[in-house]
T-cell receptor
Framework: GQQVMQIPQYQHVQEGEDFTTYCNSS?????IQWYKQRPGGHPVFLIQ?????EVKKQKRLTFQFGEAKKNSSLHITATQTTDVGTYFC??????????FGKGTKLSVKP | NAGVTQTPKFRILKIGQSMTLQCTQD?????MYWYRQDPGMGLKLIYY???????DKGEVPNGYNVSRSTTEDFPLRLELAAPSQTSVYFC?????????????FGNGTRLTVT
């Protein structure tokens, strides 16, 4: 079946360092969504990418959608302690539902 | 605006017991979903509904049942609880299909089966 894979599973950074998580799909995606889940919280929608090669920015966060629409990345510049959490990518499955990656858990040391 | 509300927040069940996890949304969204999240894992879709009276299985439906009698409510039923159902359960809703339509999640129900 369709799979969405994320790497790395964990990332520990010093505050101020950059962070990147990568998402790869076994099939071409019509779109990809990114969510952030704070410890003990629920996933919160960050952004959706639809177009091949699309790049979107939200302050220190940069999201990219690959040209082949099979991969995506989230890059955080100069991490802060408020960035702590787990970042999930999710692609649309054949049933029209979202298939989530396992997430990348980010910890930031002050 | 309450959004998606789940009850209870926590529950401990004994093996073989049954319970219903409640989910209600006040955004008039047609689509509703139930996910489970196990430690270190992503979210697995249990069941979803595209509107009142319509439900369909997701990736991991075994051991669960749902109903959708109204647009607002989408309860999840566990009939014979098993330790493998220990997890955090999230209900979510969206106004339409995935494209251009992010999911709004509830705060989750943490269920332990012993």
């Amino acid at each position: 079946g369709q799979q969405v894979m994320q790497i790395p599973q964990y990332q520990h950074v010093q505050e101020g360092e950059d962070f990147t998580t990568y998402c790869n799909s076994s099939t071409t995606l019509s779109n990809i969504q990114w969510y952030k889940q704070r410890p003990g919280g629920h996933p919160v929608f960050l952004i959706q990418l639809v177009k091949s090669g699309e790049v979107k920015k939200q302050k220190r966060l940069t999201f990219q959608f690959g040209e082949a629409k099979k991969n995506s990345s989230l890059h955080i510049t100069a991490t802060q302690t408020t960035d702590v959490g787990t970042y999930f990518c999710a692609g649309e499955g054949s049933q029209g539902n979202l298939i989530f990656g396992k997430g990348t858990k980010l910890s930031v040391k002050p | 605006n309450a959004g998606v509300t789940q009850t209870p927040k926590f529950r401990i069940l004994k093996i073989g017991q049954s319970m219903t996890l409640q989910c209600t949304q006040d955004m008039n969204h047609n689509y509703m979903y139930w996910y489970r999240q196990d430690p270190g894992m992503g979210l697995k879709l249990i069941y979803y509904s595209v509107g009142a009276g319509i439900t369909d299985k997701g990736e991991v439906p075994n051991g669960y049942n749902v109903s959708r009698s109204t647009t607002e409510d989408f309860p999840l039923r566990l009939e014979l609880a098993a330790p493998s159902q220990t997890s955090v359960y999230f209900c979510a809703s969206s106004p339409s299909r995935i494209l251009n339509s992010p999911l709004h999640f509830g705060n989750g129900t943490r269920l332990t089966v012993t």
